[in-house]
């Protein structure tokens, strides 16, 4: 018997040129590249239904890891099945990046990518959470965090203030 997912999003939504899901050093499963991809590239959209900002707010706050904000009115509920892209992790040195176009997000290589090379990007997780976010992306230069990267000083204050303080 199908599951709702597969009666309704046969296997050939979860094919992609680019990509593929197996299992990862990072956090249980990853994206992989199926083979070398360029920079610049847009390799797979984070797809998923569209929600209002009230309804995404929500959905995190009951612990929906894979929502992703797309505009001011707007969040893609990326938890669903069919999602390909909600299988990239996060790394402090990422190799895409998440780039927002016709009411669409791309993960988009920022260098070249080798094949077989796991595909992450920053998540741009906020400083408010942070030490609820541990990182294990095994980068040399980890922050540690799971947060953007133009919120790192913030975070290096803070914990310079609880040490001090």
């Not at 197996?22 to 920079?39: C, M, N, Q, R």
């Not at 780039?99 to 998540?123: P, S």
Request: glycine share 8%; net charge negative.
């Amino acid at each position: 018997m199908k599951s709702v997912a597969e009666e309704n999003f046969p296997a050939e939504k979860m094919e992609n040129a680019y990509v593929f899901v197996d299992e990862s050093d990072v956090h249980h499963k990853g994206l992989f590249a199926k083979k070398d991809i360029p920079k610049g590239t847009q390799m797979v959209e984070y797809i998923g239904p569209l929600v209002p900002k009230k309804e995404g707010n929500r959905l995190s706050k009951d612990g929906n890891v894979y929502v992703f904000s797309l505009d001011r009115k707007y969040d893609i509920d990326g938890s669903v099945p069919w999602n390909l892209a909600r299988y990239a992790n996060h790394s402090c040195r990422p190799n895409t990046e998440s780039v927002g176009r016709d009411n669409q997000i791309w993960l988009e290589a920022m260098r070249d990518i080798k094949e077989g090379e796991e595909i992450t990007y920053d998540y741009c997780y906020g400083v408010s959470e942070y030490k609820d976010n541990p990182c294990e992306c095994g980068h040399e230069n980890c922050f540690g965090y799971i947060v953007s990267q133009k919120h790192i000083h913030k975070v290096k204050k803070n914990e310079s203030d609880e040490n001090t303080g």
